[in-house]
């Protein structure tokens, strides 16, 4: 069966909404100033900054007003508790795989995070499976991890379609392994000059439309 091989963070999930659910509950918890919000999303990166740098910022940032805990709470639970999935991108999953795709996710990150994040929004029963960089040792763009990936559903990589927000970690991981890619744009426009997407789309929803509606 064709492959997907789909993107978490900011492509089949919000992460980034979810991240300031979570931070504002935790300022106004602990009666921490609202306008922090934009010193803490600044610093989290889109969750590209290291855990261990972004808790030394908190705990620098508030000493004694917060406790270690609160912020290992935060940074470990907050995304997955405040979490959804977007109604379209059930739809779309569905479909894919009632048109004989099998979806897997492809991830970055830590796997006890990653993977409450996919339980808590059911996307375990829409996807085949899923590849967790900190679990196969290897992560995106190196291409082990899309390896890893089609390997644990027993299905061919050579067809397969890669779908995420990154350039460099999704797009720029399809390009080296010469497969065909969706990069999910959200309005930003692409600037990489060495390689570029086969197609671009608004969000997850079109993209897995485009990339099944696509012939061989």
Known sequence: MPLLLIDLDNTLVDRDAAFRRAV?????????P????????????SGY?????????LTGRYG???????VRDLLDTGVARHVVLAHDTREALGLAQADGWTCVIVTNGRTAQ??????????????QGWAVSEAVGSKKPEPDIFRAAAAR?????????????SPQADIAGANALGLRSVWVA????????????????HDVASA?????????
């Open 186 to 201: 959200d309005g930003r426009p692409w600037t990489q000059d060495s390689y570029r997407p086969t197609h671009t789309a």
């Open 64 to 70: 004694s007003a917060v406790s270690t805990s609160a």
């Open 153 to 165: 559903v027993g299905a061919p990589l050579a067809d397969a379609w890669i779908i995420g927000d």
């Open 24 to 32: 504002s509950d935790f300022l106004a918890e602990h009666g921490l």
């Open 34 to 45: 609202a306008s922090d919000l934009s010193w803490v999303m600044d610093r989290d990166a």
């Open 208 to 216: 897995i439309h485009l990339a099944i509606g696509t012939p061989s």
């Open 114 to 127: 990653q993977e409450a994040k996919i339980r808590s929004t059911g996307l375990d029963r829409l996807v």
């Open 49 to 57: 900054a290291a855990r261990r740098e972004l808790a030394a910022a």
